[in-house]
């Protein structure tokens, strides 16, 4: 069975605060996202990783960074948290796909992470 | 600009019919579709895929059809269970990309 963890289930941070989500998964995975899903607006793309040290920015990457030193855990780091990024994070992680892109095969989602920025 | 929509954001239909899930999209690249179930306080879960060669893929009570000229995908859960009722959401990919919908909040009613 896949499992993917999320160091935290709920997380209650300041404004101008280093935040850092720590996701492992157990399956060998090549590729890790982050997403944030909001109300009304679905899931949406922050980051992923292909590979160990490499990333791609996803939709929406302004005011996040990622960290992908070994191939199970996959960081996301908000360097200064503001009251915009209060969300549900959630990661993921998957094979490659059969052309070898990171998107064309499912992703198996950890928990998520609720994160409040007062 | 969304590139995926499921224009209903709420479905309900009786136990045992079957449900009928909508997906649009508008962005010719995307060639592989993805659909995900979420219950409250999980992450969700994969479903069912379909690639763009084909025009039906079936797992059980499950079954996706794409429709490539009108850029429309659907999901047909028959019969629907109890179980069933969680947000459902599709995914399109391609060209190095994968957009979710925002998601329609199925309920299955006794």
């Known amino acids: 069975d896949v499992k993917v963890t999320q160091s935290s289930r709920y997380l209650v941070k300041r404004t101008g605060e280093k935040v850092f989500l720590e996701c492992v998964q157990d399956?060998?995975?090549?590729?890790m996202f982050w997403y944030r899903q909001d109300p009304g607006l679905g899931l949406r793309l922050i980051y992923f990783?292909?590979?160990?040290?490499?990333?791609e920015k996803g939709d929406i990457p302004e005011g996040y960074s990622v960290s992908r030193e070994k191939k199970e855990r996959f960081s996301l780091i908000l360097e200064s948290a503001s009251t915009n990024q209060t969300s549900m994070y959630l990661c993921?992680?998957?094979?490659?796909?059969?052309?070898?892109?990171?998107?064309?095969?499912?992703?198996?989602f950890g928990p998520g992470t609720r994160l409040t920025v007062l | 600009d969304q590139q995926v929509k499921q224009n209903s954001p709420s479905l309900s239909v009786q136990e045992g019919r079957i449900s009928i899930l909508n997906c649009d999209y508008t962005?010719?690249?995307?060639?592989?579709f993805l659909w995900y179930k979420k219950y409250p306080a999980e992450g969700p879960t994969f479903l069912i895929s379909?690639?763009?060669?084909?025009d039906k893929n079936e797992d059980g009570r499950f079954t996706v059809f794409l429709n490539k000229s009108a850029k429309h995908l659907s999901l047909h859960i028959v019969p629907s269970q109890p179980g069933d009722s969680a947000v459902y959401f599709c995914?399109?990919?391609?060209?190095?990309?994968?957009?979710f919908g925002k998601g329609t909040r199925l309920h299955i009613l006794p």
């Open positions: 993921a992680s998957s094979f490659p796909g059969a052309s070898g892109s990171p998107v064309y095969n499912e992703q198996f």
């Open positions: 399956m060998d995975h090549e590729n």
């Open positions: 990783s292909y590979d160990v040290k490499m990333k």
């Open positions: 962005n010719s690249m995307f060639d592989y």
């Open positions: 379909i690639s763009s060669i084909k």
């Open positions: 995914a399109a990919s391609g060209d190095d990309k994968i957009i």
